[in-house]
């Protein structure tokens, strides 16, 4: 038989840890590349799904932006009709002057003519349609606006 030496001993002990180490290496360098293409296919994986959620923001932010300049135009215009409406109306004097029996006389209570306070009463009725419509508009902006809102 071959007789065994210490220094035998310690070249078979360093062949052995050499070998070892070697195997090691082996694993835990396929173990890295395994790592390194599942990390790759992630990244590659929530790159797509960014760039596809991003289409879809712009998409819908393109589609808030024509409902937003619609629903402007829409209120320009019914802006642009009260302002009109109002400027027709903004010079006339609608309450009457006083009856022909009072003409100069100093009363506690003033008389008018009935048929020109009842057109005075009108146009006042009428004004103030007015004013509940534009305030119905106002509402009825609100109630869209919240919607959209919620809707989000």
């Not at 173990?31 to 797509?48: I, P």
Request: aromatic letters at 6%; one cysteine or more.
């Amino acid at each position: 038989m071959f007789p065994l030496t210490p220094k035998l001993y310690a070249l078979a002990a360093v062949a052995l840890i050499l070998l070892g180490l070697t195997v090691a290496l082996k694993v835990q360098t396929a173990r890295l590349h395994a790592c390194q293409d599942e990390f790759s296919a992630f990244v590659t994986k929530v790159k797509a799904e960014g760039e596809a959620q991003e289409q879809r923001t712009k998409a819908e932010n393109l589609k808030h932006q024509k409902e937003k300049e619609d629903a402007d135009k829409k209120f320009a215009a019914a802006d642009t009709e009260l302002k009109r409406l109002r400027a027709t109306n903004s010079g006339r004097r609608d309450l009457p002057g006083t009856g022909p029996d009072t003409k100069g006389v100093a009363t506690a209570t003033t008389c008018y003519a009935s048929a020109e306070l009842d057109r005075a009463y009108g146009v006042l009725v009428q004004d103030l349609r007015g004013v509940a419509d534009e305030g119905a508009r106002c509402a009825e902006e609100l109630r869209v606006a919240r919607e959209w809102a919620q809707g989000r």
